[in-house]
DNA sequence: TCGAACCCTCACATTGATGTGAGGGTCAAG
DNA sequence: CTTGACCCTCACATCAATGTGAGGGTTCGA
């Protein structure tokens, strides 16, 4: 597919596409003419970027995550070098630490919610 | 305690407790100087104001999150308008989403330092 | 052959969270 | 009184993610 349907498919303006690409996290073949592009399997994983910049990483450091994410056997680990490896430790704690952060606020404001919600019943049908 | 102690027991640049403040994330007192002053919450409140930052939510958002925090008895939802509480559900929804991302990634990520450490483990002693 | 719908590469603008520092008060201790 | 360590308010700078659009090719069907 071209960058329009991966654009379509995974809710992504072309140009974060490009600019993801720019940034190492996703690679493009290219049509003899210029154009990009890109097999089923970027999908999921564009989507695996976009939440993770949501959930506040930095592009520099997904790409760093993304290679441990190949499922399929992982190959891919005769080039980690012990930096790199540090810096996978560390943002998987940091990742635990955010879940923790998250995990609290979010039943906070659900028990809020639920909270109110009873509130509401109590008071509409007097 | 004046900003200086609140940063320092926050780990948190004074430029970034005075932007918190202008965007209505915290308050504070003010001696007749002019001098910011703070309770000891706001040292707790200053944490769970980066955390969620980190996690990647705007002041914007984490401002309409905040008064779900406070746990002793919350009298603070008569002024709840349907509105919000809609941006609070959907908040709590997003925020789900994220702790789901940030899970499985982060699972992936210490899967891939296990198998790496178990090789690096059984190479060495050799 | 023409127009619509694609695609390309710049390149500048914006937004939110920050850094940095100038210019200037306050206050306690020497 | 002066010095050092605080504090204040601007205001401009930066960085990453994103918006926007100009200027220009390709392809395909009417």
Redesign the pocket.
């Known amino acids: 597919m071209?960058?329009?349907?991966l654009?379509e498919r995974t809710g992504t303006?072309?140009?974060?596409l490009?600019?993801y690409e720019e940034?190492g996290l996703i690679v493009?073949d290219r049509?003899?003419?210029?154009?990009?592009v890109y097999d089923a399997s970027n999908v999921d994983r564009v989507m695996q970027i976009r939440g993770l910049?949501d959930a506040g990483l930095?592009?520099?450091i997904i790409k760093q995550i993304l290679p441990c994410l190949n499922k399929p056997r992982m190959i891919h680990f005769p080039d980690a070098t012990p930096e790199m490896l540090e810096t996978l430790e560390n943002e998987r704690d940091r990742m635990t630490d955010r879940i923790r952060c998250l995990t609290r606020n979010r039943d906070a404001v659900a028990e809020y919610l639920d909270v109110v919600r009873e509130k509401l019943a109590a008071g509409s049908p007097a």
């Not at 071209?2 to 349907?5: Q, V």
């Open positions: 071209r960058i329009g349907e654009s303006p072309r140009r974060l490009r600019y940034q493009a049509l003899p003419n210029g154009y990009r910049l930095p592009t520099r």
